[in-house]
């Protein structure tokens, strides 16, 4: 009878009887990279932006002790959901296997800061249309950047600035909203 150590070391050596082993790698329908990784997955990236963002909530209310800040977009909904995107409807690349790198959409809702800042011809308020709201985006671009989990987003990080009418808008498809 053998020794339970040795039992154990032949069991682990041999990876062929394990059907997990066996596995044919997964393809990518649309580019046909081959995926292969499984880390980070979808909610450690998640977990990751939230902390990052949590990281900054005195910045934030300082601004306007009545902001939101949130992300939306492929992260947050899980799926790539602009149609003009050829992974439209597929996971964000989040493990960097279709090279097509993602980025992290953000907003920041705030009745005060909407009615304050500049907006461009649309109407619309950005970020980077203030000096300490770029401040900001570029404090939370270097806290994401840096954090392993998010290694294949786009070095790039911004905002846009919403009245509250439209929260209802902004938080559809999925949005997530990290400071209350
Ligand atoms: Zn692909």
Redesign the pocket.
């Known amino acids: 009878m053998p020794e339970v150590g040795e039992s154990v070391s032949v069991a682990s050596g041999d990876q062929s009887q394990d059907p997990d082993e066996q596995e044919t790698p997964r393809e990518?329908p649309?580019?046909g990279?081959v995926w292969k990784k499984k880390e980070p997955t979808l909610g450690q990236v998640r977990r990751a932006i939230q902390e990052v963002f949590s990281g900054f909530k005195v910045e934030v209310k300082a601004l306007d002790a009545a902001a939101l800040l949130g992300y939306r977009g492929s992260v947050a909904a899980g799926v790539v959901g602009n149609r003009n995107k050829p992974?439209y409807g597929y996971e964000p690349d989040i493990r960097g296997e279709?090279g097509t790198k993602y980025d992290i959409d953000g907003f920041l809702i705030s009745k005060k800061l909407f009615d304050t800042l500049p907006k461009d011809d649309k109407g619309r308020c950005w970020g980077s249309r203030d000096r300490n709201l770029r401040a900001l985006q570029s404090s939370l671009r270097r806290a994401l950047t840096g954090r392993a989990e998010l290694t294949h987003m786009k070095n790039e990080f911004g905002f846009r600035v919403w009245h509250p009418r439209d929260q209802n808008y902004v938080t559809q498809h999925g949005a997530i909203i990290v400071i209350w």
């Open positions: 990518c649309v580019c990279a992974h279709c």
